[in-house]
C-alpha cells in the first residue's frame, strides 16, 4: 500500500544534542509538509517542500531545519533541542495541481527532551 | 486571514447516540474544508472534504459533515456514534500558496470520549 512513512516513531534525546527525524513516501506526491503537534494543541505548520523548493513558514524557529534529497525522503533537523520542542511530530505529503488537495499524514514521531 | 474555530474542547456521548461537533472558519473565498481524525499516538486520517457541489458532504465510517456558507460553518455528525470513534477530530481550511500548493490550518480539535 502507499504510505507515508516515519522513523522513528519514539525519539529521545538530550537538550541541546541535534536530532533528525525522517519522512519517507511511496505516494510519488510533490508536496511534502513537516508539522509540530504538542499535546492536546493542532499541528502546526513548520514549512513545506514543493519539489526541491524550500518554504519556510514566517515563524518557525531557526533551530528547525529540513532537507529534501529525492522525492522520496524529507528530514527534520533540530539543531539544538530545547524542553519547549517537545512535541509530535507530522509529515505529510499532498499532490500539487493548481489547487487544495487532500495532506497524507504518517503516523508522526514523539521527540522527547531530557 | 484564515482560522478555524472548534468551541467544544471535549465531548461525551453515550455509544449509539448521535453526534456532531463544531467547526467555524474564517476565509475570504470558497474554502476548501476539512475533517481528519487522530487517535491517540497516531497521525491524522481523514474523513471528509468539501471542494464545490454539494453542501453534505459524505466520509468515511458513516460520518457526514455539512458546509453551511452563510453561518461560516462546516459541522460534523454522525447518527450513531460506535466506541471506537472515540478520538481527537480536527477541522481545517485549505488555501492555495504559491498558485499550485495547499497548505491547511487546523482547529484546535475536539476530543471524543464514549460512554459504553
Redesign the interface.
Known amino acids: 500500500d502507499a504510505m507515508v512513512i516515519q522513523n522513528p516513531r519514539y525519539q529521545v534525546t538530550q537538550f541541546g544534542k541535534p536530532v533528525t527525524l525522517s519522512c519517507s513516501q511511496t505516494l510519488n506526491h510533490n508536496v511534502m509538509y513537516w508539522y509540530q503537534q504538542k499535546s492536546s494543541q493542532a499541528p502546526k505548520l513548520l514549512f513545506h517542500y514543493y519539489d526541491k523548493d524550500f518554504n519556510n513558514e514566517a515563524d518557525t524557529p531557526d533551530n528547525f531545519q529540513s532537507r529534501r534529497p529525492n522525492t522520496s525522503f524529507c528530514f527534520l533537523d533540530i539543531r539544538s533541542p530545547g524542553l519547549g520542542d517537545a512535541a509530535m511530530y507530522l509529515c505529510a505529503t499532498s499532490t500539487a495541481s493548481g489547487t487544495v488537495n487532500e495532506q497524507f499524514f504518517g503516523p508522526g514521531t514523539r521527540l522527547t527532551v531530557l | 486571514a484564515q482560522s478555524v474555530t472548534q468551541p467544544d474542547i471535549h465531548i461525551t456521548v453515550s455509544e449509539g447516540a448521535s453526534l456532531e461537533l463544531r467547526c467555524n472558519y474564517s476565509y475570504g473565498a470558497t474554502p ?1 474544508l ?1 475533517w ?1 481524525v487522530q487517535s491517540p ?6 474523513l471528509l ?1 468539501y ?1 464545490s457541489g454539494d453542501t453534505l458532504v459524505q466520509g468515511i465510517k458513516g460520518f457526514e459533515a455539512e458546509f453551511k456558507r452563510s453561518q461560516s460553518s462546516f459541522n460534523l455528525r454522525k447518527p450513531s456514534v460506535h466506541w471506537s470513534d472515540a478520538a481527537e477530530y ?1 477541522c481545517a481550511v ?11 490550518i ?4 475536539t ?1 471524543l470520549s464514549v460512554k459504553p
Do not use: T
Open positions: 476548501y476539512f481528519y499516538g497516531q497521525g491524522l486520517q481523514l472534504k471542494f480536527f485549505g488555501y492555495n500558496y504559491g498558485g499550485s500548493q495547499g497548505n491547511l487546523f482547529g484546535k480539535g476530543k
